[in-house]
C-alpha cells in the first residue's frame, strides 16, 4: 500500500500537474474519509459494511437502518448482537401479531404452569426463532430455528390424540396443519364449520367497495365537478390530458379538486410534487397499511422509496427505476383501480407466479368481470389476493399491505378463497407449491386432513358424550 502510495505520488509530483503535498493530502483525506463516514453519516451510508450478513427476506429492504432494530444509546458506534430491541420488533410488529389472535403471545407463558416450558426454550424473547444476518441458518418467514421445535413443549400429544400417532416430530406446522402465531384458519372449531363444503361455492362474489354515490362514508353531499371547476392557475403550463383524466374520474365526481392534493392548505402555495401524506388526509388506512409491506417499507422508516432494481424477485428490467409511491399503481390522475388491480402488477413483477396468472382461469374471469359478462366481484385479479377488499366499522377498504396475508399463506384461503371456495379445496390448493407456481392453473394434486381430521374429533367426543349418558 505504501509503495503503491509513493508511486503515485511520485507520478503525480513528476508529471509537473499537481503538487506533491496536495496529492498527499488527498490520499490522506481519502483513507481518513473511508474510515470515519460511517460513524457520523446517517443511517443510510456506510453502515452496511458493518453487517455480519446478509439480512433476511424480510428485512433486507430496511438494513441500511440498524437503528431500526439496534438501540444506538447502548453503543453508539457499531451495532452488536446484544443492542437489538425485542421493543422493536413488537413496534413493527404487535399489531399484526395481536389482530392473527396470536396462539402463542409472550404473556400465556407467563402462566406459572406454562413458564417452566421457557427452560426448554425461551418463547418470550423473538430472537430465539427469529434471528438476523445469518442466511445460512435463515428459512422462510425469517425462521432460524430447527423444525421440530414444536415437540419440545407438545411431547403429550402422541398420546392425548391418537389421530396424530406416528407423525413425524418435525411435521406440526406443515402448510394446512398447525402455525405458531396466527391459527385463524387452522383452529378446529373454524375448520369442523366448514366441513363438507363444495369445491366451488355456489355464490361467488367479492364484497362490493364503495363507490363515488356512497361517498367516502360520510353523510356530506357530494358536489361533482367537471373541467370549468378545476382550481389551478391561470398561468400554469402542463399537458391538459391530466384535467380531463381528472375530470372524468372518482375525484372529481367526489369533489375533489386540484388543490385538495396540490396544497396544504387555503394558505400554502401550490406544489407539483404530491406526497402521500396529502393523500393520507383523506385515505388514511390505505396509506398506513401500505407501510407495513414490501411496497413501502422504506417509505415508512423515512428511507427512499424501493425500486424494482433493489428486488430480489425477479422484476421487468425497463421498471428498474420506478419508484414505489401511490402512483406506482394509480398510474396519472385517473387513480384507476381497474388498471392497478393487474395491469399495473404485471408491469414490474417477472417471477413465474406472477407471469402464469394470464392463463388462469381466475383471470379468465376478471376479464369477464370488466367486460360486463360477469357481475361486479366475480373476478379474481392479482389484487384480489394480494390487496383484499376487508370489512371494517366503516364499510369496505382495501388493505394495501400485500404481506399481510402472504404467509403463512392459509391466511389468505380465510380473508379471500371462502368467498368463492370451499376452505378444503382453498387450503389445499395453498399448501401445493406447484400450484401457486402455476398461478392456479389447475385443481389441487392432493388433500390436506386437517378439515376432515377436526371434524371427526369433535364426531368422537359427541359420540363418547352419548355414550356416557347425555354428557355435559
Ligand atoms: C430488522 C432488524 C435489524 C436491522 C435493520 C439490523 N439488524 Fe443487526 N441484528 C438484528 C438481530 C435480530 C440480530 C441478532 C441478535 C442476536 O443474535 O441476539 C442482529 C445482530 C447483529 C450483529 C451481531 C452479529 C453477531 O454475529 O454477533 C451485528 C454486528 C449487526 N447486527 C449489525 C447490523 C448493522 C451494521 C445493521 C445496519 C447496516 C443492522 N445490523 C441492521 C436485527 C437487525
Ligand atoms: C418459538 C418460536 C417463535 C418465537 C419465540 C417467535 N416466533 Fe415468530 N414465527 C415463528 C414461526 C414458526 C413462524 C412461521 C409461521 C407460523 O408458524 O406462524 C413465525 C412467523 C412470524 C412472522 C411472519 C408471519 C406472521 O404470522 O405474521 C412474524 C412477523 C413473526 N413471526 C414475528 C415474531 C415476533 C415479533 C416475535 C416476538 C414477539 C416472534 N415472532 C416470536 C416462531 C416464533
Ligand atoms: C421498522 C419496522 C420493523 C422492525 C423494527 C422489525 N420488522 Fe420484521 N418486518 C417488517 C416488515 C415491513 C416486514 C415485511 C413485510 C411482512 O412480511 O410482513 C417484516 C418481516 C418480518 C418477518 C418475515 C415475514 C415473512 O413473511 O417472511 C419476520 C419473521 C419478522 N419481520 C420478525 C421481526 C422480528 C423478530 C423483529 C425484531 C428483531 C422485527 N421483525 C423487526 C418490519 C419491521
Ligand atoms: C415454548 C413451548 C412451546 C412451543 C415451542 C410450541 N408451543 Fe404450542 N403451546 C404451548 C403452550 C404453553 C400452549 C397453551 C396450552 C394451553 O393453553 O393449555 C400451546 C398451545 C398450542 C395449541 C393450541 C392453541 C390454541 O390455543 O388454540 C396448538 C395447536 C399448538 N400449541 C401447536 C404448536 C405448534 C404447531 C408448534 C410449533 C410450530 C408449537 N405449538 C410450539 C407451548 C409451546
Ligand atoms: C387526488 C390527488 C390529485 C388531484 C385531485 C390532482 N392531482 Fe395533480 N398530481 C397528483 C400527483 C400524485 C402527482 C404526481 C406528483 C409526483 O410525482 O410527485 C401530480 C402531478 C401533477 C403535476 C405535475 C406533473 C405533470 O404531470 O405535469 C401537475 C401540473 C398537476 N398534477 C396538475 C393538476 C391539476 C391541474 C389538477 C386539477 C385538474 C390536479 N393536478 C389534480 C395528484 C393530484
Ligand atoms: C380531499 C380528499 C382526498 C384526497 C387528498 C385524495 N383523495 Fe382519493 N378519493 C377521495 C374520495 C372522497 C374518493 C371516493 C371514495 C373512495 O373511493 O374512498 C377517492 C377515491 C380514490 C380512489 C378510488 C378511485 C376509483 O376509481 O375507484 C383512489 C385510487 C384514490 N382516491 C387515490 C388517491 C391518492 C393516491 C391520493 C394522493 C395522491 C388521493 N386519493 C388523495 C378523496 C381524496
Ligand atoms: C401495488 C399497487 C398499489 C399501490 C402502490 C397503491 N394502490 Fe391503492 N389500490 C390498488 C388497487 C388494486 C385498488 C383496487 C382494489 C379493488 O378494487 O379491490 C386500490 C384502491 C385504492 C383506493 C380505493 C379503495 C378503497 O380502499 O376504498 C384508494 C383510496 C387507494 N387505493 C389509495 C391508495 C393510496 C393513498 C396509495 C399510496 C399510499 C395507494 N393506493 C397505493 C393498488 C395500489
Ligand atoms: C413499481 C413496481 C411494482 C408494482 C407496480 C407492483 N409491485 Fe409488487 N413489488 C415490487 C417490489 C420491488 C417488491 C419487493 C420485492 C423484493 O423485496 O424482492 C414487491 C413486492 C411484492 C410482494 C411481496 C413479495 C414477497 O415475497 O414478500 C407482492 C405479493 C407483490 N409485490 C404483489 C404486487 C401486486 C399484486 C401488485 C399490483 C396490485 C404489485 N405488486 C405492483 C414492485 C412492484
Ligand atoms: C388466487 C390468488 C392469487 C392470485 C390471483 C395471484 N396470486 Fe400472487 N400469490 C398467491 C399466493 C398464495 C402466493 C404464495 C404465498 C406463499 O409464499 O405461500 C403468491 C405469491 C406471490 C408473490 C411472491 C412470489 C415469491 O416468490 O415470493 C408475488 C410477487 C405475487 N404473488 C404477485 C402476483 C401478481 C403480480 C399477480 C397477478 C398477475 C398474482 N400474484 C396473482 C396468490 C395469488
Ligand atoms: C371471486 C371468486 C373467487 C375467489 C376469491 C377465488 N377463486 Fe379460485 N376459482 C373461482 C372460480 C369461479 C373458479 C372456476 C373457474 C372455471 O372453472 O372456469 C376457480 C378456480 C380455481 C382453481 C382451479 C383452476 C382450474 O382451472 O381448474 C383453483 C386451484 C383455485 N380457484 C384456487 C383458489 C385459491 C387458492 C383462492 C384464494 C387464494 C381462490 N381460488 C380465490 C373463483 C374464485
Known sequence: MRRRI??????????????????????????AAYFCV?????????????????????????????????????????????????????????????????????????DPTNAVLLEVLDAQNCLSCHQEHVPEQTTA????????????????????????????FDSCATAGCHNYHDNRALYEKYLDDHFGQPDHLDVTTLPLRRSSSAGNGSTKK??????????????QSFDTQLVNDWAETEHAAVGVNCTGCHRDDAQSDWSDAVSMDRC????????????????????????????????????????AHSKLDCNACHAGHRFDSQFASM???????????????????????????????????????????????????????????????LRPNETMAREVCVHCHGLEYAL???ADQKSIDACFADPPATRIKSVEMAHQWFESRSTNRSTKGGGR
Request: aromatic letters at 6%.
Open 38 to 110: 460511517g460513524l457520523v453519516a446517517p443511517a443510510s451510508i456506510g453502515k452496511t459494511r458493518w453487517l455480519p450478513g446478509e439480512t433476511s427476506h424480510g428485512h433486507y429492504q430496511i438494513e441500511m437502518d440498524c437503528d431500526a432494530c439496534h438501540d444506538p444509546s447502548r453503543n453508539t458506534k457499531k451495532p452488536t448482537s446484544a443492542d437489538v430491541m425485542q421493543d422493536a420488533c413488537i413496534r413493527c410488529h404487535g399489531t399484526q401479531l395481536q389482530n392473527a389472535r396470536d396462539t402463542h403471545p409472550a404473556k400465556k407463558f407467563r
Open 428 to 430: 389445499s390448493a395453498l
Open 141 to 168: 418467514m425469517g425462521l432460524t430455528m430447527p423444525k421440530d421445535y414444536c415437540w419440545h413443549c407438545h411431547q403429550e400429544i402422541a398420546d392425548s390424540r391418537p389421530s396424530h400417532q406416528g407423525m413425524a
Open 280 to 319: 393520507a388526509r383523506c385515505h388514511a388506512d390505505q396509506v398506513d397499511s401500505f407501510q407495513t409491506g414490501k411496497h413501502g417499507m422504506r417509505l415508512s422508516v423515512g428511507l427512499p422509496a424501493m425500486t424494482p432494481d433493489q428486488a430480489r424477485l425477479p422484476m421487468h428490467a425497463d421498471q
Open 6 to 31: 509513493q508511486w503515485l505520488t511520485h507520478r503525480l509530483g513528476a508529471s509537473g500537474q499537481t503538487p506533491k503535498w496536495l496529492a498527499w493530502a488527498t490520499i490522506n483525506l481519502s483513507i
Open 343 to 405: 395491469q399495473a402488477c404485471l408491469r414490474c413483477h417477472a417471477d413465474n407466479h406472477s407471469l402464469a396468472y394470464q392463463s388462469s382461469s381466475h383471470a379468465n374471469l376478471w376479464r369477464d368481470e370488466i367486460a360486463g359478462s360477469l357481475p361486479a366481484g366475480s373476478g379474481v385479479s392479482c389484487a384480489t389476493c394480494h390487496l383484499p377488499r376487508l370489512e371494517n366499522e366503516s364499510g369496505v377498504w382495501v388493505n394495501h399491505d400485500q404481506n399481510a396475508n
Open 222 to 235: 357530494v358536489i361533482s365537478l367537471s373541467i370549468q371547476d378545476a382550481d389551478y392557475s391561470p398561468g
